[in-house]
């Protein structure tokens, strides 16, 4: 059973920066495309950022230039670096894995599955 923690979440001011992780097991982590994702409340769940198995990346035009994906195989982690944080990045963040491996990797929410608990990104102005 796939399990996603998420973790590095917090509260800041408008303009710094947080780097989120999220750690999986339960799965062979370096052949899954993985996604971070945010909800705010009211509204719904979003893709942010994707990464391949083979560290291709994307953005949400939102984030772009200001958020940065990465990933640790050897340490089954995914990063998400926040920089130049606005109040509208105020969410809770997700990661997950694509469904099966060796799938390119998307920003649409239903394509994902085993979602964790989420880590809570507050920005104030």
């Known amino acids: 059973q796939v399990q996603v923690v998420e973790s590095g979440g917090g509260l800041v001011q408008a303009g710094g920066s947080l780097r989120l992780s999220c750690t999986v097991v339960g799965l062979t982590f370096d052949r899954y495309a993985m996604g971070w994702f945010r909800q705010a409340p009211g509204k719904e769940r979003e893709g942010v950022s994707w990464i391949n198995w083979n560290f291709i990346t994307r953005y949400a035009d939102s984030v772009k230039g200001r958020f940065t994906i990465s990933r640790d195989n050897a340490k089954n982690t995914l990063y998400l670096q926040m920089n130049n944080l606005k109040p509208e990045d105020t969410a809770m963040y997700y990661c997950?894995?694509?469904?099966?491996?060796?799938?390119?990797?998307?920003?649409?929410?239903?394509?994902?599955?085993?979602w964790g608990q989420g880590t809570q990104v507050t920005v104030s102005s």
């Open positions: 997950a894995p694509r469904r099966t491996p060796y799938e390119l990797g998307s920003l649409k929410v239903d394509e994902y599955n085993g």
